[in-house]
C-alpha cells in the first residue's frame, strides 16, 4: 500500500517530533538493539567524560596545589638568595676594609722597619767608629805599657835593642808592636779582650817574622781582660802574656 504526500509528510514529522513514536518504528524494522547499544554507549561515554573531567579537575587541583607549593619553595629560595647575596656584599665589604687595614698596618709596619734598620745601621756606623777609635787608643796605651815591661824584660836577659816599631808590617802581615834585638824578635798582639784564637794568630804572625828576620822569635800577648783559659793556652805555647 502507498502513501499519499501528506501522509509522508505526517509520518515524518513524527518521526522528527515523537520519540516514542520514533522507537516504535525503530522496532518495527529490527533497529531497536541497534538504538539500544547507542543509547548504552551514550551512557558509557557520558559517565566517561563525567570521570575524565572529574579526573581533570582532581589533577588541576593539584597542579594548583603543587603550583602554589612550587610559588612558595620559589619564594623561599628567592628570599634565601637575596638574604645570601646581602650578606656575601657585607662580607666582601668587612673583608675590603680588613684587607685596607692590613694593608696601611704592613706598610706602617714596613716603614718602621724601615726605619729601625736604617737608624741601627747608622748606630752600628757610629759604634765601629767609636770602636776603631778606642781600639787605636787602647792599643797606643797598651802597646806603651808592653813596652815598658817588655824593655826591663829584655834587659834582664842582657839583650840590646836594634829597633822598635809600631804597626810593623812584615811580609804583609800587621804586627802591633815589633821589637828587634840583638838576638831576639820580640812580635806583640795587642787585645783588649783576647781570644784563644788571637793566639793562634800571634803564633802564624811569629813564623813569618822568624822566616822573614831569620831570627828566635818570642811571641807576646797583652790585653786588658785575658782569661784563665786563653792565658793558659797562650803560655803553654811559649807566648809571653802581659796583663792590664
Same mark, same amino acid.
Given at each position: ?48 567524560? *563525567?570521570?575524565? !573531567?572529574?579526573? $581533570?579537575?582532581? &589533577? =588541576? %587541583? #593539584?597542579?594548583? /596545589?603543587?603550583? +602554589? @607549593? ?11 638568595? *637575596?638574604?645570601? !647575596?646581602?650578606? $656575601?656584599?657585607? &662580607? =666582601? %665589604? #668587612?673583608?675590603? /676594609?680588613?684587607? +685596607? @687595614? ?11 722597619? *724601615?726605619?729601625?734598620?736604617?737608624? $741601627?745601621?747608622?748606630?752600628? %756606623? #757610629? ?29 834582664? %836577659? ?87
Amino acid at each position: 500500500m502507498s502513501l499519499s504526500a501528506e501522509e509522508k509528510r505526517r509520518f515524518l514529522k513524527a518521526l522528527e517530533e515523537d520519540q516514542e513514536f520514533r522507537y516504535a518504528v525503530a522496532g518495527l524494522l529490527g533497529l531497536g538493539e541497534v538504538l539500544n547499544e547507542l543509547r548504552r554507549l551514550r551512557e558509557d561515554f557520558n559517565k566517561y567524560v *563525567e570521570k575524565s !573531567e572529574k579526573r $581533570w579537575r582532581q &589533577n =588541576e %587541583r #593539584r597542579w594548583r /596545589e603543587n603550583e +602554589k @607549593r612550587w610559588k612558595e619553595w620559589f619564594d623561599t629560595w628567592k628570599k634565601f638568595l *637575596e638574604d645570601y !647575596e646581602k650578606r $656575601w656584599q657585607e &662580607n =666582601e %665589604r #668587612r673583608w675590603e /676594609e680588613e684587607r +685596607k @687595614r692590613w694593608e696601611a698596618w704592613y706598610k706602617a709596619w714596613r716603614e718602621f722597619l *724601615e726605619d729601625y734598620k736604617r737608624r $741601627w745601621e747608622d748606630a752600628n %756606623r #757610629r759604634f765601629s767608629r767609636i770602636e776603631e777609635a778606642l781600639g787605636a787608643v787602647a792599643e797606643s796605651q797598651y802597646t806603651r805599657y808592653v813596652w815598658e815591661d817588655l824593655r826591663e824584660e829584655i834587659k834582664a %836577659r842582657g839583650e840590646l835593642v836594634i829597633r822598635r816599631v809600631r804597626s810593623a808590617k812584615v811580609d804583609n802581615v800587621d804586627v802591633d808592636l815589633l821589637v828587634e834585638t840583638d838576638r831576639r824578635v820580640y812580635v806583640v798582639e795587642v787585645k783588649i779582650r783576647p781570644r784563644v784564637e788571637d793566639v793562634g794568630a800571634l803564633l802564624a804572625k811569629a813564623e813569618v817574622v822568624r822566616g822573614a828576620l831569620s831570627k828566635e822569635v818570642v811571641p807576646v800577648l797583652t790585653g786588658a781582660w785575658i782569661g784563665d783559659d786563653v792565658e793558659k793556652y797562650a803560655r803553654g805555647k811559649g807566648v809571653l802574656v802581659f796583663s792590664y
